[in-house]
């Protein structure tokens, strides 16, 4: 699709002639969170925001604007009908799962019961004899979860993607890397989790990437993980134990730092308290540069003021400043979070694993 969004025009206007957000709310008497909406691309332009923008910035009339979005809507919905993706590589598929840490599931889709297939359930029963040395690994462990069952999870999530790749994972590339991962801020632009999967998949393929996304199992509280193989390999590993999507894009940050480090050679592991809600201070810089650095708590103003001169989405923002708070109770900030249940998440299972065959699969 070749046309600019609505709000990319909207924006470029607004950044010329130095009107915020908050000037544009108070005039057409449309909400902040209306019209970051509109400027991100999530919904159609109203009426009184065009209205508000002329009133602004005479120069751009109503009638412009108002045609101009009829236009982009009308060819993004036929672009959308063209372009329907239903099946998106290995992530998202029809089957669907209940989260796994609370309830363990027989459905043979269940990463356990794959566990059980590849491990055997004897070797899991006896202390979760699982080796990871073949494995460099970064990522941060919750002081409430069992270090065994996250190696369970990793192994298997590793092991199962050997099979989804029939064994030829992609190999990774530095400078296509430095590239794209200047590309994230503007893919994180996204709020369901199967555009945000897709989103992350895509980016990791362009750079060489192996990306997993896979159910939790009970007691692994890792939410995602990087590693690198013995033979080279370099893979970042999601679990669905997110509350929102924005705290899934600063972990997504957060494992690609590690991969531009080359923090494999270290090993690192962190012990987190509340890993869950944990937000790393090189993610937080990655999108808002230095913008939060100076205090702990941020009004809705300031929030929405940071977003559009940063160009960060607005919920990213508030999740940000919820972290720095550590307070998770303020209805008006949480609004703009963007919470999703992994009931309503697809998983899929690689091919190989659903013959008969993978009965024989050797224990480790």
């Given at each position: ?6 709000g990319e025009v909207i924006k ?221 390999y370099i893979y970042i590993f ?14 997504f940050v957060h494992e690609l ?108």
């Amino acid at each position: 699709m070749n046309i600019v969004s609505t709000g990319e025009v909207i924006k470029t206007y607004l950044e010329a002639n130095d009107v915020n957000v908050l000037s544009l709310a108070e005039k057409c008497k449309i909400s902040a969170r209306t019209i970051i909406r509109v400027l991100n691309d999530e919904s159609k332009l109203p009426y009184e925001l065009a209205v508000a923008i002329n009133q602004s910035i005479p120069e751009i009339s109503v009638d412009f604007l108002v045609s101009y979005d009829a236009v982009y809507q009308a060819t993004k919905k036929r672009f959308e009908k063209e372009n329907t993706i239903n099946d998106v590589d290995e992530i998202i598929k029809e089957y669907k799962l209940k989260k796994l840490y609370k309830e363990y599931s027989e459905d043979k889709f269940s990463l356990f019961n794959i566990a059980k297939t590849i491990f055997g359930i004897d070797n899991i029963k006896d202390g979760y004899a699982i080796d990871v040395n073949d494995l460099k690994c970064c990522f941060s462990l919750a002081k409430n979860s069992d270090e065994r069952t996250t190696q369970l999870w990793l192994k298997t999530a590793y092991e199962e993607y050997q099979l989804s790749c029939n064994h030829n994972p992609l190999l990774f590339d530095s400078k296509s890397f430095q590239e794209n991962f200047k590309l994230v801020k503007q893919l994180s632009n996204v709020k369901t989790i199967s555009s945000i999967l897709f989103n992350m998949k895509e980016l990791c393929k362009e750079t060489g990437i192996n990306f997993y996304y896979r159910p939790s199992i009970p007691n692994s509280r890792i939410r995602a993980v990087s590693c690198k193989d013995n033979r080279g390999y370099i893979y970042i590993f999601v679990s669905d134990l997110f509350k929102c999507v924005e705290n899934l894009w600063l972990s997504f940050v957060h494992e690609l730092i590690h991969i531009s480090n080359n923090d494999f050679e270290t090993c690192q592991f962190e012990v987190i308290e509340d890993n869950e809600n944990y937000v790393d201070e090189k993610a937080i810089e990655y999108f808002v540069g230095s913008a939060m650095k100076e205090k702990k708590k941020y009004s809705i103003s300031e929030i929405l003021d940071i977003s559009f001169s940063t160009k960060t989405p607005v919920g990213i923002v508030a999740e940000i400043a919820r972290s720095k708070s550590k307070f998770y109770s303020d209805y008006e900030i949480n609004s703009y979070v963007h919470y999703y249940k992994s009931a309503d998440v697809h998983y899929t299972i690689p091919l190989a694993l659903t013959n008969e065959s993978t009965k024989n699969i050797e224990k480790i």
